[in-house]
């Protein structure tokens, strides 16, 4: 089992950057699927990016295709999401999620069996 534990939220102006870093302790951290997602108030926990552990592959949230990108530093046990051309609406909780040799259904937060404690990503409009 792994533990995550998310860094890099704050408050940033609409239009600019931001990467958020999860940080992963614990054995073959290599086997496991990494996730984000994002929870504003009142609402559920939306798909946000994943990155699967056997091939490598990413994919994301339509609401944030071509402005974040994932990627995995598998060396120092970190999945990093950068995320670029912010929007008032991407304000919220982001989480990091793992789930060992996940490969499928991975949009769905009920996929995930190891969540990090969240970071606050602030946008002003």
């Known amino acids: 089992q792994v533990t995550l534990v998310e860094s890099g939220g704050g408050l940033v102006q609409a239009g600019g950057s931001l990467r958020l870093t999860c940080t992963a302790s614990g054995h073959m951290f290599s086997r496991y699927t990494v996730g984000w997602f994002r929870q504003s108030p009142g609402k559920g926990r939306e798909f946000v990016a994943v990155?699967?552990?056997?091939?490598?592959?990413?994919d994301y949230g339509d609401s944030v295709k071509g402005r974040f990108t994932i990627s995995r530093d598998g060396a120092r046990n970190k999945v990093f999401l950068q995320m670029n051309s912010l929007k008032h609406e991407d304000t919220a909780i982001y989480y990091c999620?793992?789930?060992?040799?996940?490969?499928?259904?991975?949009?769905?937060?009920?996929?995930?069996?190891?969540w990090g404690q969240g970071t606050q990503v602030t946008v002003s409009s």
């Open positions: 999620a793992a789930v060992a040799y996940g490969s499928s259904d991975l949009t769905s937060p009920d996929r995930y069996d190891v």
């Open positions: 990155f699967t552990w056997r091939l490598r592959g990413t």
